[in-house]
């Protein structure tokens, strides 16, 4: 089943941030028209023609995540089968984000786990879940809170446990320009906090990951 895009995005990531009035895509469009003059080109160009439109397209894919609500996402969820309850594990999940200070990309992976207690959901949706917060404007702290909070606010596991590990176009592309460096955040509530034996065997399950990002 194909997620429901909801008409307007969800703005609103807390509190603090009340929900804004969209602009239209024309307006979008013609700020894109004004960053390609602001570069020193021509919009009008044979080659650039087309491509407010192209940006303003993309940027609907990019940022799909303010459209789609995680907590209606991970709704359906399945009692436990013969009553499984050790942890579940989901690795080397490709991460694609972008930078909320500089909006370039944030290319990795992520790891999640919980420990059912009761309730289990699809795989799918888990790697759904890392999506839907990834097509955001993200830091990568704010990214793993709100992944390993949302399993645990609808799921009500014993534990959840989420490590991203990511390069950041914004310090590889511009500014320092130090490639190859790998930024690596985890959040652990629950069990996954307090056992430590559950929290090495989680770190030893995704120990062996994938070291590209390709």
């Known amino acids: 089943m194909s997620d429901v895009l909801l008409s307007e995005p969800i703005v609103g990531l807390g509190p603090s941030h009340a929900p804004r009035k969209r602009p239209t895509r024309e307006a979008a469009e013609a700020a894109v028209r004004t960053l390609i003059e602001w570069a020193g080109d021509d919009p009008d160009r044979e080659g650039l023609v087309g491509t407010p439109d192209r940006v303003v397209r993309a940027y609907e894919e ?17 009692e436990e089968t013969q009553n499984y309850g050790d942890m579940v594990v989901l690795r080397d999940v490709r991460l694609e984000s972008h930078c909320e200070h500089h909006i370039v990309p944030i290319i990795g992976r992520a790891h999640v786990a919980y420990l059912p207690s ?21 830091i990568q702290e704010t990214l793993t809170a709100q992944i390993a909070d949302a399993l645990d606010e ?18 590889t592309t511009r500014g320092i320009r130090k490639p190859g460096v790998t930024m690596v955040t985890r959040r652990l509530i629950g069990a996954f906090e307090t056992d430590t034996e559950l929290r090495r065997d989680f770190l030893g399950s995704i120990s062996g990951s994938r070291e590209a990002f390709g």
């Open 62 to 78: 990019f940022f799909e995540g303010y459209r789609i609500d995680p907590v209606d996402l991970l709704g359906r969820t399945f």
């Open 118 to 138: 009761g309730r289990v959901v699809g795989i799918s949706k888990l790697a759904r879940l890392i999506e839907v917060y990834g097509k955001r404007l993200q």
């Open 154 to 171: 609808v799921l009500k596991p014993k534990g959840v446990a989420v490590v991203i590990e990511a390069a950041h176009m914004c310090m």
